[in-house]
Each structure stands twice: as C-alpha cells, then as structure tokens.
C-alpha cells in the first residue's frame, strides 16, 4: 500500500538518504551557478542578523543599535510617562461643600478654604458667600479672588522620601520639603497623604485627589503600612509578647497585624500595622525600653517603593490609582 514503508517479512524498510554515511560533510555538493562562483549573498559580508537591508547597509533606525533590540527607556520620572487620569463621572445635579470643591480644583486644602471663604474673596453666581456649610453645584460660576476656578485634572505620585525632609507642603524654618522633590513634576497643587518624620524614609503619597487622600488618612478604612525598623539593640522575647499583646498609646491599644525578623538577629524587624497615630512605630517601641535607629517605611496601602530609589518619584499607573480608589488596600 502506499506510505507503506514495510516488505512482505514485515521488516522496515530503511529510509533513503540524501548521501553515504561515509561521505564527508566537506565533499556533499553546493550549490554554485554556471559559471562556477558562489551564489553572492544578499545581505553582504556578514551573516544576516535581522537588521542589515539587502544591499548590505545599516538601516537608518534610531535608538537602536546595529545588530541589537530596540533600546528602552529607563527614565521612569521622564515628562512624556506621566499619567493623565479620566475625571470620574460628576452628576451636575448633585450639590457640593464649597470647601470641598476648592480643595478639589487645587486652589487649597479645605481647612484654607474656610479661612477664605471667611475673609469673603469666593463667589458663587456673582455673590459673595461667607457662609461655610453653603453648597454649590459643579455648574455654578465660582471665583477664587475674581478669577474663575476650574477643577484639575488628577495627579498621583509616588514618592520614596530621604532622610532630612519634612513632610509638609511649607515649613516656616525653610527646611528640605517633600513638595521640593517633586515641585516640578506638574502644574498641579498636590500635597502628601499622611505624615512621616523628618528621619523616617519609605513609601510617601503625593496627589491632588482630596477625596482619596481623606480616604487614606481616615482610620476606619484600615489601611495597612509595612515598615522595616532597626533597633538599637536585639528585642527580648519577653517584650516581643508585650508588642504582640499591643501597647496602649494615648488610651488606644495598639497591636500590630504582623512582627517578624527578616534576618537573622532580632535587631532588624519588619512591622505590619494599621494604626495612624503620630509617631506610632517609634512610641511602640519606646514604651518597651527600645529606641528606633532607622525606619523605613516599604508599602503604604499596597503601594510599593520597587524600581524607585531614595529621593525619586514616580507617577502611579492608572491600575494603581484604580485600586486605590476602590479601596482595595
């Protein structure tokens, strides 16, 4: 039958072969045309790497080497990788606090924009309003000092803060800021979410978005902060049960949601908490007799300072700013 490759004694048939076993590789035929010479080949002298052209030149490709992949750019804090976030839908029938919608158009935090409200430089619809618990509507013709007040668009980023900085927006002794890292990133008034001391480092927000920032700060969403602390000596087993069991910090018990030692000493510890008071890390171990050295903070509501070194930012991805959010944190 045909494709059949067996004889009748159900032997296989041996395969045929394109030369002897015994002929050499260097004595197999080439190819060659008529007059004897090699086939020219068309990518020139060199083998073909996927990028010389036919007629043997370098092609004319920027950013990418000859022979080579496509260089990438590793500028993360590079103008044309920010981010422009979709405004979330806005019902313009549904009222809101004018102190609200200042602090959401950048103009100034909502404390500010009492005090403004107060001293009368806002109007609405032409009308001077003193009054704060008034209400306005996102199509209301509202200005800040006679100029009209637009809301932004919406910034967040991610900053991994150094030593010697102070996390406020501008501090009457003219000490290092936050806001003096990324003053130039955008246009846009932002502000840090949260605080951290002058010598703790880590993982700090940066954004615009008042809703989320109250959002972050609140402490009944339960966000969690993981920080790397370094003791100024081991801690005892005895008071690791103290820590475990929770401390109490201005008549609140403090219990921390994870304690574990990364290395192998019990100096180093990493902490898991949830917890917003002021200065709560350094106070949880001060009621123990121990006194911080260095603390970092590594992720703040599940945001992480990976690929981003000591004093550089970058913009959060819209995923992130998505989860955020949400409120999966």
Not at 100 to 115: P, Y
Not at 157 to 174: A, C, G, Y
Not at 221 to 241: G, N, P, R
Request: aromatic share 8%; charged share 35%.
């Amino acid at each position: 039958m045909f494709g059949n490759n067996s004889n009748n004694e159900g032997e296989r048939r041996p395969r045929p072969r394109f030369h002897r076993e015994s002929e050499p590789v260097s004595a197999r035929p080439r190819f060659r045309r008529e007059d004897g010479e090699s086939r020219p080949r068309p990518y020139g002298d060199r083998p073909f790497n996927g990028e010389r052209s036919f007629n043997g030149e370098r092609p004319n490709r920027p950013n990418r080497p000859f022979g080579g992949k496509p260089k990438r750019n590793n500028n993360l804090y590079s103008p044309h990788k920010q981010q422009v976030y979709k405004e979330q839908h806005e019902d313009p029938t549904k009222p809101v606090r004018l102190n609200k919608f200042l602090a959401n158009a950048g103009i100034c935090s909502r404390r500010e924009a009492d005090d403004f409200i107060q001293a009368g430089v806002i109007t609405v619809n032409g009308v001077t309003v003193d009054n704060l618990g008034v209400k306005v509507l996102p199509t209301d013709d509202i200005r800040f000092h006679d100029q009209p007040v637009r809301r932004e668009r919406k910034v967040y980023i991610l900053l991994n803060k150094p030593k010697n900085t102070v996390t406020t927006t501008d501090d009457p002794q003219e000490r290092h800021t936050v806001i003096d890292i990324v003053r130039n990133a955008c246009p846009e008034r932002i502000y840090p979410v949260g605080r951290l001391d002058r010598n703790t480092t880590g993982v700090l927000l940066l954004t615009n978005d008042g809703d989320l920032a109250a959002k972050l700060t609140h402490p009944k969403f339960h966000k969690k902060k993981i920080y790397a602390v370094t003791l100024d000596k081991e801690l005892e087993e005895i008071d690791e049960a103290v820590l475990r069991n929770g401390v109490i910090l201005d008549d609140e018990r403090i219990v921390p949601d994870a304690l574990e030692f990364p290395k192998a000493d019990r100096k180093h510890i990493g902490l898991e908490i949830h917890s917003g008071q002021n200065r709560v890390v350094r106070r949880m171990f001060e009621k123990v007799g121990y006194k911080v050295v260095n603390l970092d903070r590594v992720s703040f509501a599940g945001l992480t300072k990976k690929n981003v070194g000591r004093g550089k930012w970058r913009f959060l991805t819209p995923k992130e700013v998505a989860f955020l959010q949400m409120g999966q944190f």
